[in-house]
């Protein structure tokens, strides 16, 4: 865990190029180009997690960067650019759902591991079965804040922009949920 | 192991699998890259009213210095900026102008189970800091669908004269009183939930013993250079390298321990950026590493003093009872360039026509990109249709992409190991997995630059330091192991452990491993009441108990868990997790009258203190260094942080706090050692050294001096027993069970 911590941390000391490009980017394409090449992969792959619909994610992705281009110049640069662009991507797609207040729930998709008679991959397998199960049973803020941190791969000060809540109470919130979420896995003998 | 606690990094992976989403987006994202730069030239940016552009802010504050210098005169001003700001703990530094006010006390509604509670207020000329939340949410509120965001709107102040104030707003000094209202519970439907709750917040003067620090100012950060500090540990710069410093700017005081505020000020060249090796080390002037969490309250202002806002800002907090001046932190690192954007390189492997996820297919060939060789070391297919590269990069490249011709990959990543920095991983995955003989195409390399430790020195006049404690040799290590005696047959004394094989069981035993007794089957664990003669299992049904003294049962269904009692065994404490609370949880030792004492849910509880007012419990993810102990007072639910566990487990420290409450035993980072510390902080002791895979048990005897640990020599064989005296250092070896130490009662 504490690796992957350190690792999340790691990313955003390469800081100071990012505050480089942003201010570039403003007036320069070929900047606002290295941004995008650095973002819209994990922008797409979050809104794609979201809606599982790869049209309307192609969609939303392609409205979420329009509007980044039409903020841009008015963008004041306080080290979170990455939350910056995921609050407009949440934006985004929140105004898809109002306009369309009938859509389906989109409920994590299990991929398992291809046949195989190890019990090593039974054992996986049974135990993201039921952790899908415990997923789909999430509200919305919390499936969102696990995919933030895992498919954006936000940073807890990242994340805490993007909930205006303290990083304090993010990772309170993260950590309780994963908590809940194990504990459960070990309720029903999952692991 | 079962016993074994969270393992974040799995259930993240496990996560991460199950909510990302397949997909083509190469062509897509290509597509829309040329559609948004094709509308360039962007509009020109508007410009706000000069007076309230940060810059323009800074040179009026500057000029006010100024002013402030002519009419106080220059041995004034320093005291009159330390003035500026202040740190509140558990809201952060705030303007520490006059007029600061708080909210008068507490308040909460409660409406159908739901509780609305407003605990407290910071308010300044330029904001306002609310501590507020709802708790007691059923899940049934939130929505099913998640097309339904639920309700967003967000709370707001209403004014005497209707008007609306945002909640981070600074509220005008003239009114002392709003309503704050919350038009729903976030997040929930509609109807499901009270909608517009409403509350009467009262704001007073902070009163005079209101807690805010001052944030004190280093007067010139400088680079340390090596002269000033000699220490072990510390790399030597060199005038070659990429220049750089860790720059301290203030400091804050607070009961014995300092944060340190601060940011990363590189020098680098156009065009370059750079690459931290790890977390810093922070080493005082006897070259002793200092353990350090990360204050994640202290926040500096965006537009504050010289910090820039972009840059790499650091907030880290530690004791400094022992710790001698002057402190230094160490950052290491490497700059990265590009070699040339352009440059590709193929190779052609062929992984068959049908390989298997996890079956790692070594190649182990070398490339050549743009002069620099790099070697691709291995392929392996994962379960998600694609594959992981791990390639060797040499001491020169930091990074290459890499793709697989003719085919579309739908996700990927990848990143270096702070371990081996010369290896890298990357990873695609793709529709169908691409088999049989594959054209790979590398490009984009990233040429790693020099390596670099800059570093920052501190150095201030605080209280006195207490010396540290003299390391004592381990009482157990790897070596020491086979020649620890068994438990003379005239010792008498009983012990609770757990037994996996055949089946898991709670034993109640002597220490001969006569009298055998079965307390509880399953996973649940044993908590021994501090008069030593209740032990309590924890069962699907309850909690059961057993009178060792006369030998009577009884079950508690009322009570969930049991993982602590208070010393009065009066009381017992445990850890919820469970719907609306999360969190330490006090009861009756019958059950009756639960009281929660902490949110977080993944609180590690390590003891009751003797004299029954504190609780201490352990957390990660607030240290580099290891877990936090940190306690919370029973009857006001105040929490305050005691000290890092340095060097603890990642995983579960185990942290068992001895009964006189002066120490505290936990395990160490590899889970196999276990250090001794002193709730004064001072330096740990460390106790056992590395002995087998992992160390399973550890609790102590009522007396405080001795600590019984359980010791795995390998994952999946049953644990062997030590008892450890902590005052002569004599261990001996329980030779008649194995299996997990719960408890050990001793005469």
Not at chain 1, 17 to 42: C, M, T, V, W
Not at chain 2, 162 to 189: H, K, M, N, Q, Y
Not at chain 2, 327 to 341: A, E, M, R
Not at chain 2, 406 to 432: I, W
């Amino acid at each position: 865990m504490e690796k992957t911590m350190q690792q999340r941390r790691q990313k955003n000391w390469v800081s100071s190029r990012e505050a480089d490009l942003i201010r570039s980017a403003k007036q320069n394409p070929a900047a606002f180009g290295e941004l995008y090449d650095h973002y819209a992969g994990s922008v797409y792959r979050y809104i794609l997690s979201r809606t599982a619909n790869i049209d309307l994610a192609q969609d939303i992705t392609s409205q979420t960067f329009l509007k980044v281009i039409e903020m841009l110049p008015r963008y004041q640069h306080r080290g979170y650019f990455s939350a910056w662009l995921f609050t407009i991507a949440r934006n985004q797609m929140a105004d898809y759902y109002r306009a369309h207040a009938r859509e389906e729930k989109i409920l994590p998709q299990l991929q398992t591991d291809s046949l195989s008679d190890t019990l090593s991959i039974v054992v996986r397998n049974e135990r993201l079965r039921e952790l899908s199960h415990l997923l789909s049973g999430l509200k919305e803020e919390e499936l969102d804040l696990l995919r933030l941190r895992n498919i954006a791969e936000l940073s807890f000060a990242e994340l805490s922009q993007v909930f205006s809540k303290s990083e304090e109470a993010v990772k309170k919130s993260y950590y309780r949920l994963l908590t809940r979420l194990q504990s459960r896995l070990e309720e029903s003998n999952a692991i | 192991m079962q016993s074994e606690s969270i393992e974040v990094q799995k259930i993240e992976e496990e996560i991460k699998t199950l909510l990302s989403t397949a997909a083509d987006n190469e062509q897509f994202l290509t597509q829309l890259r040329g559609k948004l730069i094709s509308r360039y030239p962007l509009p020109e940016e508007k410009r706000s009213f000069w007076l309230f552009q940060p810059a323009m802010l800074a040179g009026l504050l500057a000029f006010l210095a100024l002013v402030v210098i002519l009419i106080a005169g220059p041995r004034n001003v320093y005291a009159s900026f330390m003035k500026l700001f202040g740190y509140v703990p558990g809201y952060g530094i705030v303007e520490n102008s006059a007029g600061i006010r708080v909210l008068e006390q507490p308040v909460s509604l409660t409406r159908d189970g739901i509780i609305l509670s407003v605990n407290g207020a910071v308010l300044t000329a330029s904001e306002t800091r609310l501590d507020y939340g709802f708790a007691g949410v059923p899940r049934a509120a939130y929505p099913a669908s998640e097309s339904d965001p639920g309700c967003l709107e967000q709370p707001y102040f209403l004014t005497a004269d209707g008007s609306r104030i945002e909640i981070t707003s600074p509220v005008p000094a003239d009114i002392s009183r709003v309503l704050f209202v919350a038009p729903c519970v976030p997040g929930a439907v509609p109807g499901a939930a009270p909608v517009d709750w409403a509350l009467e917040l009262r704001f007073i003067p902070a009163p005079a013993d209101f807690k805010i620090l001052a944030v004190e100012d280093v007067p010139t950060p400088t680079a340390a250079r090596e002269d000033d500090l000699q220490q072990p540990g510390a790399e030597a710069g060199t005038a070659d390298e990429p220049q750089g410093q860790v720059s301290i700017e203030k400091f804050i005081q607070n009961d014995g321990k300092v944060i340190l505020l601060g940011c990363l000020k590189p020098q680098l060249k156009e065009g370059e950026t750079y690459q931290i090796s790890g977390p810093a080390k922070i080493i005082d002037a006897d070259g002793n590493n200092i353990s350090y969490s990360y204050a994640s309250d202290a926040q500096i202002p965006p537009d504050w003093s010289t910090v820039p806002v972009e840059g790499d800002q650091f907030a880290y907090e530690f004791s400094f009872n022992g710790v001698q001046m002057p402190v230094k932190i160490v950052v290491s690192g490497y700059t990265i360039q590009d070699v040339d954007p352009a440059a590709t390189a193929t190779l052609i492997v062929n992984v068959g026509e049908n390989p298997q996820p996890g079956e790692t297919l070594e190649i182990n060939r070398e490339v050549e990109i743009s002069g620099h060789k790099f070697r691709l070391v291995s392929i392996t297919p994962d379960s998600r249709n694609g594959y992981k590269f791990l390639l060797d990069l040499g001491e020169n490249l930091s990074s290459v992409s890499v793709r697989i011709d003719g085919y579309n990959a739908m996700g990927g990543g990848g990143g270096g190991s702070p371990e081996n920095p010369e290896r890298f991983q990357t990873s695609l995955s793709f529709e169908q997995l691409p088999t049989g003989e594959l054209k790979l195409i590398f490009g984009r390399p990233m040429k790693k630059g020099q390596n670099f430790t800059w570093t920052g020195i501190w150095d201030a006049e605080l209280e006195k330091y207490v010396e540290a404690a003299p390391l004592l040799e381990p009482c157990l290590n790897a070596d020491k192991m086979a020649l620890v005696p068994a438990v003379p047959a005239e010792m008498s004394g009983m012990i609770v452990y757990r037994q996996y094989q055949p089946e898991p069981q709670m034993i109640l035993t002597n220490l001969d491993g006569t009298g055998q007794q079965v307390l509880s089957s399953g996973y649940g664990g044993v908590a021994l009441s501090s008069g030593g003669t209740l032990l309590a299992s924890v069962t699907n049904d309850g909690v059961s108990f057993f009178n060792i003294e006369t030998g009577e049962s009884s079950l508690n269904a009322n009570l969930p868990d049991l993982k602590i009692w208070s010393p009065d065994d009066t009381q017992v404490a445990y850890i919820a997790w469970w719907e609306a609370v999360s969190g330490i949880v006090i009861a009756n030792s019958d059950g009756g009258n639960p009281q929660q004492l902490t949110n977080l849910g993944y609180e590690f509880l390590a003891g009751w203190s003797p004299d029954g007012k504190l609780i201490y419990f352990a957390i990660p993810g607030y240290s580099a260094d290891g877990f936090l102990l940190r306690s919370v007072e029973v009857e006001s639910g105040e929490v305050r942080d005691v000290m890092v566990l340095s060097g603890s487990s990642l995983k579960d420290p185990r942290p068992r706090i001895s009964p006189d409450g002066s120490r505290i035993a936990y395990r160490g980072i590899q889970n196999n050692s276990l250090y001794l510390k002193k709730l004064d902080g001072s330096q740990a002791q460390l106790l056992v050294d590395e002995v087998g895979w992992a160390i399973s048990g550890v609790t102590w005897s009522a007396d405080g001096k001795k600590i019984a640990i359980s010791v795995l020599e390998e994952s999946g064989k049953p644990a062997e027993i030590f008892i450890i005296d902590t005052t002569g250092c004599q261990v001996q070896r329980v030779s008649a069970v194995q299996g997990d130490i719960e408890a050990i009662i001793l005469p």
